[in-house]
């Protein structure tokens, strides 16, 4: 599709179980957000691309969350350990260099029971 | 945690009001930008602004950027039922390419 897809769209997962999802982009964004949203508060910022490297990843909560982008394209969080605390809806947004308008996918509501 | 201050956190207004809300911050933004958000999507841009006192208008839409670089106004005119949802104020720090957003000002309208 022409905007930016993430799957699932719903997961739930038991509390200490491992999770990951996944984020396509929109094709020929270079830039790529990671944020976590709970319910009734704005997105909360955990993670930025530019390319294949993390530019700024000073958002991740504790050092169980994870987020790769080895070819560029496609982005993975990984959340280790998953606590109940960690159950939000996770959005992934993209940009094309030098615009300023981020896209963002429709979320991943994560509930961890 | 949030650095965008957003007022207020709700409003219910009648079909036909004008509507204001505001985000404040104790850093600097380069870029502010105000997006809406509808149940069960993600956020969708409205208006970016990219200078100091600018003032941008999208349709009934009307945005400013504040002089200090430290806040923005989003005003609605003639609000009708579909401007319901939760708006976001977000900024981008100076040099710098990522987001930070406020908490949200939902709006109720009441035809």
């Known amino acids: 599709g022409a905007g930016v897809s993430q799957t699932p769209s719903n997961k739930v997962t038991e509390k200490g179980k491992y999770v990951e999802l996944r984020c396509d982009p929109i094709s020929g964004h270079t830039a790529l957000y990671w944020y976590r949203q709970s319910l009734g508060q704005g997105p909360e910022f955990l993670i930025y691309?530019?390319?294949?490297?993390?530019?700024?990843d000073s958002g991740l909560p504790n050092d169980r969350f994870f987020a790769v982008r080895p070819e560029g394209s496609v982005s993975t969080l990984k959340i280790q350990r998953t606590e109940r605390g960690d159950s939000a809806v996770y959005l992934c947004?993209?940009?094309?260099?030098?615009?300023?308008?981020?896209?963002f996918g429709q979320g991943t509501r994560l509930t961890v029971v | 945690g949030q650095q965008l201050n957003q007022s207020p956190q709700s409003m219910f207004i009648q079909e036909g009001e004008d509507v204001s809300m505001n985000c404040t911050s104790s850093?600097?933004?380069?870029?502010w930008l105000w997006y809406k958000q509808d149940p069960g999507e993600g956020p969708v841009l409205l208006i970016a602004?990219?200078?100091?006192?600018e003032l941008t208008s999208n349709g009934r839409l009307t945005a400013q950027f504040g002089i200090t670089r430290k806040d923005s106004f989003l005003n609605i005119s003639a609000s009708i039922p579909s401007d319901v949802g939760i708006y976001f104020c977000a900024g981008r720090p100076y040099n710098n390419n990522d987001m930070r957003f406020g908490a949200g000002t939902r709006l109720t309208v009441k035809p």
């Open positions: 602004l990219y200078k100091a006192g």
């Open positions: 850093s600097i933004f380069n870029t």
């Open positions: 691309f530019q390319g294949t490297g993390a530019a700024d």
């Open positions: 947004a993209s940009r094309k260099t030098g615009q300023t308008e981020a896209f």
